[in-house]
Structure formats: structure tokens, C-alpha cells
């Protein structure tokens, strides 16, 4: 089985940065998509970023050009790297796996195509 394991949240001023790690295990595929969602209290829950097979990282238009996606192949590790954090961005943050195949790589802002989730970490910015 999958297992998604999120770190790195914590409190920071607005203009600050963080990153957020998230551990995988059992994830023996190769093809597939990971990403981050955050949701915040009363809110919907938000597509952040994505990155998939062969390192191609897409983003909301929200977090454009103050967040980046990464992966760690090496040790089947995600990130987040934050910067420029805005109190908008205060949320729960959601690493999450989408599986592919030889043929079908996993549509990277669909989040019915994400099947694993990690529990989240939370991020707070505050002015």
C-alpha cells in the first residue's frame, strides 16, 4: 500500500518562506503523478501544485511564481518550497499520489485522480 507522510508546516510572517516534505512509501510505480492541496477552515479544498513522470511541474495560478514543486527520486520524497507566504496561504497542506501507467499519465489537477493522501500538515502566516 501507499503511505503519504507530510512534514515541514509550522507558523510563519507573511513574506516568510517554509518547506514542506512529504515521505512516500509503497509507491513502486513508475508513471504516476504527486501533488499538493491545501484547504483551509470553510473553504473548498485547493489544488497547489503537481509534479509528475519526467519532472514537469504545474501550479495554481494563486501560488504562481512564490512556490515550488519537487521530487526527490532517490528518496521517493515530495516538496513544497514556499516563499513570499501570504495569509491567504494559511491551510491544511496535502501531499497526494495519482498512478499511471505505460500509456496514461495521471491528469496532475484532477484531484479524482489523486487515490492516496497523506494526513496533512498544517501552515499558518500571519501578517
Known amino acids: 500500500q501507499v503511505q503519504l507522510v507530510e512534514s515541514g508546516g509550522g507558523s510563519v510572517q507573511a513574506g516568510g518562506s517554509l518547506r514542506l516534505s512529504c515521505a512516500a512509501s509503497?509507491?513502486?510505480?513508475?508513471?504516476?503523478?504527486m501533488a499538493w492541496f491545501r484547504q483551509a477552515p470553510g473553504k473548498e479544498r485547493e489544488w497547489v501544485a503537481a509534479i509528475c513522470t519526467g519532472s514537469i511541474a504545474t501550479y495554481a495560478d494563486s501560488v504562481k511564481g512564490r512556490f515550488t514543486i519537487s521530487k526527490d527520486n532517490g528518496k521517493t520524497t515530495l516538496y513544497l518550497q514556499m516563499n513570499s507566504l501570504k495569509p491567504q496561504d494559511t491551510a491544511m497542506y496535502y501531499c497526494a499520489a495519482a498512478i499511471g501507467n505505460m500509456l496514461y499519465l495521471p491528469r496532475p489537477m484532477d484531484a479524482d485522480e489523486y487515490k492516496y493522501w497523506g494526513q496533512g500538515t498544517q501552515v499558518t502566516v500571519s501578517s
Open positions: 509503497g509507491l513502486t510505480y513508475s508513471r504516476y503523478c
